[in-house]
């Protein structure tokens, strides 16, 4: 089976926000992605609204075959969410002082409002993914919920600075990735991953999607920006 790739778009957000300019677009960065092979489109609307905004949320589903909204449940990014009816979303934990998604999504002691807003979602015909640890318990709590996917956050694995810790992550990752497709949930995985570190990802068989942003946007500044200086020194010649 292909992996797919999600790409995550939120970091061209970021670059825009740093200035309040109108560019780069995440609409054309999304464009450019499934035109290079990605197979869906991440953005995560943060109730901060740090990089991606509402907007940018119904463009994205206007302009790609397949949106990924990652959010958490606040009020008002549910109603966003229900507006614009992206293929999937992707329930995470958010707190405000963190730099990125830290921990997983205690799907299994999310009580009554992860519930009520898993419903809503699926009566939107909206299909609804866990950002979880590699645990059974929160892979059970996610099926219970009524959840399609769960997406395990890779972030442990790919922090991991000592060859015995990471081995112990990846495996795991890989329990859990073989308990999850045996339950008959998809499996997607995410988060601090990128070209030194995916291969090992890879190899787990039952991972069907990896979700994959900081590092591309990172690395599509040190692959175009010998064509974008071309571009400026050309337009600067008398
Ligand atoms: N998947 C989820 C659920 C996330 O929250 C994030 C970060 O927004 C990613 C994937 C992508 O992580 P990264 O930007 O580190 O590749």
Do not use: C
Not at 31 to 48: K, N, Q, T
Not at 71 to 83: D, G, K, N, R, T
Not at 91 to 108: C, H, I, K
Not at 149 to 178: D, K, P, Q, W
């Amino acid at each position: 089976m292909a992996l797919r790739l999600g790409v995550n778009i939120d970091h061209v957000a970021t670059v825009r926000q740093a200035r309040g300019t109108v560019y780069p677009d995440p609409v054309e960065a999304a464009l450019l992605a499934m035109r290079s092979g990605a197979d869906s489109i991440v953005a995560h609307l943060r109730e901060d609204r740090r990089h991606i905004q509402d907007a940018d949320i119904g463009a994205l589903k206007r302009a790609v075959p397949r949106l990924n909204m990652e959010m958490a449940i606040w009020p008002s990014v549910i109603e966003v969410a229900l507006a614009a009816r992206p293929e999937r979303v992707t329930l995470v934990p958010e707190r405000r002082a963190e730099l990125t998604t830290e921990g997983g999504l205690d799907v299994a002691g999310g009580g009554r409002r992860l519930a009520r807003a898993i419903v809503r979602f699926r009566d939107a015909g909206i299909t609804v993914s866990t950002f979880i640890g590699p645990e059974e318990r929160q892979v059970r709590a996610s099926l219970d919920l009524g959840a399609s996917a769960v997406e395990f956050h890779t972030g442990g694995y790919a922090e991991e600075t000592s060859r015995a810790g990471r081995t112990a992550e990846l495996r795991r990752i890989a329990r859990a990735a073989r308990g999850a497709a045996a339950a008959g949930i998809e499996v997607a995985a995410g988060h601090g991953l990128n070209i030194g570190n995916v291969s090992a990802i890879v190899r787990i068989p039952e991972i069907e999607e990896l979700n994959i942003g900081h590092s591309i946007v990172a690395r599509a500044l040190v692959l175009g920006f010998p064509a974008a200086v071309r571009e400026m020194k050309s337009l600067m010649r008398r």
